[in-house]
Nanobody
Framework: QVQLVESGGGLVQAGGSLRLSCSAS????????MGWYRQAPGKQRDLVAV???????NYADSVKGRFTISRDSAKNTVYLQMNSLKPEDTAVYLC???????????????WGQGTQVTVSS
């Protein structure tokens, strides 16, 4: 079993910044991709950013140039630096990890519980 714990959400004014963190723990052999998704009330869950074990990144068009994803593989932690925040960035942000568990031949997807980000205008 693997647990993902997010932190760093909160309330910020438009134009401000926040940094989210997500740490994975448990029966981990290795972690492939880690990423962040977000879900606003009444809307679908959308990819925000993802980073592979090799460091390749991909971003949603809406956050390119404003958000930066990074990871510390030694700590099984992924970060999301969010700058120039806009009210439309308001959502619950969820961490995702594709984990190869100890003793299992295939990787499994895990989700964090989510952290609320609210951007006021």
């Amino acid at each position: 079993q693997v647990q993902l714990v997010e932190s760093g959400g909160g309330l910020v004014q438009a134009g401000g910044s926040l940094r989210l963190s997500c740490s994975a723990s448990g029966s981990i052999f290795s972690i492939n991709a880690m990423g962040w998704y977000r879900q606003a009330p009444g809307k679908q869950r959308d990819l925000v950013a993802v980073i592979t074990s090799g460091g390749s990144t991909n971003y949603a068009d809406s956050v390119k140039g404003r958000f930066t994803i990074s990871r510390d593989s030694a700590k099984n932690t992924v970060y999301l630096q969010m700058n120039s925040l806009k009210p439309e960035d308001t959502a619950v942000y969820l961490c995702h990890a594709d984990v190869l568990n100890v003793g299992l031949p295939v990787s499994l997807a895990y989700w964090g519980q989510g952290t609320q980000v609210t951007v006021s205008s």
